[in-house]
């Protein structure tokens, strides 16, 4: 059973940024042909894609994020981590981390509140 755990601070300042890690257990990040999300979802909207990193270290990021979101791992820890720059209130959400298999993304962490407040 593959189980993810994020871990991070739950209150961020505007300007700074925002870091966030997954651990995994019960299955190796470098397993072909899994990618690691992160995902999240504002107070009052729907979930929104952040971006990935692959069983190969390949990154994807949302466009909208790209300029401000770096995605990296830790294969001797099987973590993944989240950084998010620049971060203003509208970053407030819920974040999560998941599993993407090729057809759908089949292990989710619990999800971790930030708050991005002075």
């Known amino acids: 059973q593959v189980q993810l755990q994020e871990s991070g601070p739950g209150l961020v300042k505007p300007s700074q940024t925002l870091s966030l890690t997954c651990t995994v257990s019960g299955g190796s990040i470098t397993t072909k042909y899994y990618a690691w999300s992160w995902i999240r979802q504002p107070p009052g909207k729907g979930l929104e894609w952040m971006g990935v990193i692959a069983y190969d270290a390949s990154t994807y990021y949302s466009p909208s994020l790209k300029s401000r979101t770096s995605i990296s791992r830790d294969t001797s820890k099987n973590q993944f981590s989240l950084q998010l720059s620049s971060v203003t209130p509208e970053d407030t959400a819920v974040y999560y981390c998941?599993?993407?298999?090729?057809?759908?993304?089949?292990?989710w962490g619990q999800g971790t509140q930030v708050t991005v407040s002075s």
């Open positions: 998941a599993r993407a298999s090729p057809r759908e993304y089949d292990y």
